[in-house]
T-cell receptor, first 113, second 113 residues
Framework: GQQLNQSPQSMFIQEGEDVSMNCTSS?????WLWYKQDPGEGPVLLIA?????ELTSNGRLTAQFGITRKDSFLNISASIPSDVGIYFC?????????????FGKGTKLSVKP | DAGITQSPRHKVTETGTPVTLRCHQT?????MYWYRQDPGHGLRLIHY???????DKGEVSDGYSVSRSKTEDFLLTLESATSSQTSVYFC????????????FGAGTRLSVL
């Protein structure tokens, strides 16, 4: 089946540093989503991207829909301790009817105060 | 949790016993999903439903069955639990008319001893 390659698998950074992670796919998507999962909780949607080349921000988070439609990037600026968690990318082909999500395996972020 | 309640939140059971997990939504979303999350595998789709009594298999459906008799409830049943089904189970909902984005519940942690 389809797979997403998400990297890095884990990151250990100092508070205040910027973070970058990405997802690549062997096939194209028309929607990219980024979720964050806190320990003991379900994934929460951070950013949704719908157009190739689109750049969208949500506070300190910025995500981009790759121009080839096969990749997406998430950046976190000036990290803080509450950014700790697992970040998942997900791709979907949505065309008015529901498409299933394909998830990356996640990037675990640890922030040292 | 976007109006999604999973019950129970934690369960310990023995090999060979039947187990039913419940997902209840108050959003009137058409689609409902069951995922399992395991270290190194990310989120994997078990079954999903696209309407009352309409269900389909996902990537890892063996050993699981589902039922949806009402829009708001989606049940996941392990007919005879095995240790390999120890996992964290997440329910998600989506509505095609709202872009098809999936929203997740808080999860059920199941241990099969």
């Amino acid at each position: 089946g389809q797979q997403l390659n998400q990297s890095p698998q884990s990151m250990f950074i100092q508070e205040g540093e910027d973070v970058s992670m990405n997802c690549t796919s062997s096939s194209i998507f028309n929607t990219w989503l980024w979720y964050k999962q806190d320990p003991g909780e379900g994934p929460v949607l951070l950013i949704a991207l719908y157009k190739a080349g689109e750049l969208t921000s949500n506070g300190r988070l910025t995500a981009q829909f790759g121009i080839t439609r096969k990749d997406s990037f998430l950046n976190i600026s000036a990290s803080i301790p509450s950014d700790v968690g697992i970040y998942f990318c997900a791709g979907m082909n949505y065309g008015g009817s529901q498409g299933n999500l394909i998830f990356g395996k996640g990037t675990k972020l640890s922030v040292k105060p | 949790d976007a109006g999604i309640t999973q019950s129970p939140r934690h369960k310990v059971t023995e090999t060979g016993t039947p187990v039913t997990l419940r997902c209840h939504q108050t959003e009137n979303h058409r689609y409902m999903y069951w995922y399992r999350q395991d270290p190194g595998h990310g989120l994997r789709l078990i079954h999903y439903s696209y309407g009352v009594k309409d269900t389909d298999k996902g990537e890892v459906s063996d050993g699981y069955s589902v039922s949806r008799s009402k829009t708001e409830d989606f049940l996941l049943t392990l007919e005879s639990a095995t240790s390999s089904q120890t996992s964290v189970y997440f329910c998600a909902i989506s509505e095609p008319r709202r872009g098809g984005i999936q929203y997740f519940g808080a999860g059920t942690r199941l241990s099969v001893l």
